[in-house]
T-cell receptor
Framework: GEDVEQSLFLSVREGDSSVINCTYT??????LYWYKQEPGAGLQLLTYIFSNMDMKQDQRLTVLLNKKDKHLSLRIADTQTGDSAIYFC??????????FGAGTTVTVRA | GAVVSQHPSWVICKSGTSVKIECRSLDFQATTMFWYRQFPKQSLMLMAT?????????EQGVEKDKFLINHASLTLSTLTVTSAHPEDSSFYICGGSGGLRSQPQHFGDGTRLSIL
C-alpha cells in the first residue's frame, strides 16, 4: 500500500452521504478499484473505473477520478448500517497486480 | 458477478503440519490467481502470482518452499503452507482474474489459519 494512500477512519450518520478519498502515485495506473471488506470476509468488488474516465455511477455509488491530481473518491449515497466495513482503494497498471491502500474503516452511526 | 470460492474458511492445526487452501473460480476461467496475506487491521500483502500451467512468481521475501502454489487448471489454484508455525497464522485470501485488462480481480472469502 505505499503507493496508494487513504484515510483510515470515517464516521457517518445513517442516511447521510459518505465520501472516501484515495490518492495514488503511479501515473501509469490503468484501472482503479474500490473493494469492500466486512469482518472476517474476503474483498467484495464494489466498482472500478478506467483511467480515461472521470466519473462512474452505479446505484448509490459514485466514483470520481482526477487523473491530474491522482485522486480517486468513492461516494456512497444514503449510507446504511450495512455499509459499515473497511473500504480499500486499489490500482493496477500493466502487470495486472493490485496495489492496495491501507483501507478506510467506515462506521455508520444511527 | 464473478464468484471465487475459497476453503476452508477457518483452520486450526498444530505446529509442523501442512495446510492446503483451495481457491476455485466458479463462473469464469481464472487465468491468473493471486495469493495474499492479511494481518489484523492491515491491508493485503501480495505473496505470489500464478498463471495456469506455469510456476508461480513470488514477491520478495516470500519463501517459495514454504508457500507452495499450484495452478493446474483454469478454475483451481491451491496454496499449501508447509510445516506451518505460529508465525504463519494469518488471514489468507486468493484473487482470480480472467487475464484481460478490463477484468477486475475477484476474491475468495479468505481462510483464517491458526497454528498452535
Amino acid at each position: 500500500g505505499e503507493d496508494v494512500e487513504q484515510s483510515l477512519f470515517l464516521s457517518v450518520r445513517e442516511g447521510d452521504s459518505s465520501v472516501i478519498n484515495c490518492t495514488y502515485t503511479d501515473s501509469s495506473s490503468t484501472y482503479l478499484y474500490w473493494y469492500k471488506q466486512e469482518p472476517g470476509a474476503g474483498l467484495q468488488l464494489l466498482t472500478y473505473i478506467f483511467s480515461n474516465m472521470d466519473m462512474k455511477q452505479d446505484q448509490r455509488l459514485t466514483v470520481l477520478l482526477n487523473k491530474k491530481d491522482k485522486h480517486l473518491s468513492l461516494r456512497i449515497a444514503d449510507t446504511q448500517t450495512g455499509d459499515s466495513a473497511i473500504y480499500f482503494c486499489a490500482e493496477s497498471s500493466d502487470d495486472y497486480k493490485l496495489s492496495f491502500g491501507a483501507g478506510t474503516t467506515v462506521t455508520v452511526r444511527a | 458477478g464473478a464468484v471465487v470460492s475459497q476453503h476452508p474458511s477457518w483452520v486450526i492445526c498444530k505446529s509442523g503440519t501442512s495446510v492446503k487452501i483451495e481457491c476455485r473460480s466458479l463462473d469464469f476461467q481464472a487465468t491468473t490467481m493471486f495469493w495474499y496475506r492479511q494481518f489484523p487491521k492491515q491491508s493485503l500483502m501480495l505473496m505470489a502470482t500464478s498463471n495456469e500451467g506455469s510456476k508461480a512468481t513470488y514477491e520478495q521475501g516470500v519463501e517459495k518452499d514454504k508457500f507452495l502454489i499450484n495452478h493446474a487448471s483454469l478454475t483451481l489454484s491451491t496454496l499449501t503452507v508447509t510445516s506451518a508455525h505460529p508465525e504463519d497464522s494469518s488471514f489468507y485470501i486468493c484473487g482470480g482474474s480472467g487475464g484481460l485488462r478490463s477484468q477486475p480481480q475477484h476474491f475468495g472469502d479468505g481462510t483464517r489459519l491458526s497454528i498452535l
